[in-house]
């Protein structure tokens, strides 16, 4: 069985999928960084080596051994991951995700994207990326705001999506600042409002600061697709449709499209290269990672490198601005 393997790692969640030659997607897996990339990357691997071998078994009577054609790795932690599997292409979100989408829906114009520490919109025209946008440091409008706000209520985040259709009156809630939207709740909370009322609004709270910061002043074309987490909640997805009065489409592997689009990214460069992948192997499930640091003093940068290790050996350095180090392999 030949496969192509695509990571997405994220500071919310870290998503693996395996992809055949045929751009079929075999697995996938979503899990929860928890701080720990190097970790939930392992755990990742294990999950989706666990369900090939599976499959395999069941076809006794056709049964290869597993091998990676080509990984590709995107997320905010790409570089470190890419060090830790000797990753044979590394790539930004907005490139993965738009790869992803127009595979899915080559007419796709606009593409939404909303993890769980970030927000992207991207602009396409036949199949290019013409512009995109993402969000600054304040998570209001990204999955970690809907994560505090369900914690606080006491309902879990799986809910919120049901509850908000069960909404009957409109709640305006602040949504520019995670801060004032849960003072703006508490508010509304002792004025008698319902919590369903309360998460609706709150979903729409999201939507209006996506549209105010990340998306200002975009012309948002159909058809526009909308992945990510978020995604998954359909008090959002309905928030967005009444914004836009226009329907989003939710693609089947809505939370893992960073993922998908890595992997066939790496297939395509691997293909026309004529190249071998230098993964490591599913073996790195049991390797022992660690990372350390220290602060260049060659030049007035003062760069912060960072050090990244494999069973006591050094095997990559990365982090600096002015290129000495440039994401040096070591190993």
């Known amino acids: 069985m030949k496969i192509y393997l695509g990571i997405d790692v994220g500071s919310v969640s870290t998503n693996v999928i395996a992809m055949d030659e045929n751009d079929n997607i075999l697995h996938t897996t979503y899990i929860r960084t928890h701080g720990n990339p190097l970790k939930s990357v392992q755990e990742g691997l294990r999950i989706i080596e666990e369900k090939l071998s599976k499959e395999q078994k069941k076809d006794k009577d056709h049964l290869e051994s597993i091998e990676v054609m080509g990984t590709g790795v995107t997320g905010s932690a790409r570089y470190l991951i890419s060090a830790m599997i000797n990753a044979d292409i590394v790539k930004n979100e907005i490139t993965a995700h738009a790869i992803a989408s127009t595979y899915f829906y080559p007419d796709a114009k606009t593409i939404i994207e909303i993890g769980g520490q970030d927000s992207k ?3 396409m025209e036949n199949g290019i ?3 995109f946008a993402m969000n600054n440091v304040c998570a209001a409008g990204t999955g970690s ?9 006491g309902i879990p985040i799986e809910d919120f999506g049901t509850r908000a259709l069960e909404s009957t009156n409109e709640v305006r809630i602040a949504g520019r600042c995670t801060v004032f939207a849960e ?3 508490v508010h509304k909370q002792q004025l008698g409002y319902t ?5 609706n609004g709150l979903c729409e709270a999201l939507v209006r600061n996506y549209f105010s910061t990340v998306a200002k002043g975009k012309n948002v074309r159909e058809p ?3 992945q990510g987490g978020v995604a998954a909640n359909v008090g959002i997805i309905r928030a967005f449709n009444k914004y ?4 989003v489409i939710i693609p089947d592997y809505y939370n893992v499209m960073g993922a998908i689009g890595a992997a066939m990214l790496a297939k395509d460069s691997m293909i026309k290269n004529g190249l071998k992948s230098k993964f490591k192997g599913f073996e790195i499930k049991g390797f022992t990672f660690k990372t350390t640091s220290f602060t260049c003093k060659d030049c007035a940068n003062h760069c912060e490198v960072v050090e990244f290790w494999q069973d006591g050996r050094k095997i990559a350095l990365f982090g600096d601005k002015c290129g000495k180090y440039n994401n040096t392999v070591l190993y």
């Open 121 to 123: 919109i991207i602009m």
């Open 129 to 131: 990326v013409t512009d």
């Open 145 to 153: 705001f809907l994560d505090q706000q369900s914690t606080r209520l």
């Open 183 to 185: 003072s703006d709740m």
């Open 195 to 199: 919590i369903n009322d309360i998460i």
């Open 224 to 226: 526009i697709i909308f």
């Open 244 to 247: 836009l009065k226009k329907e």
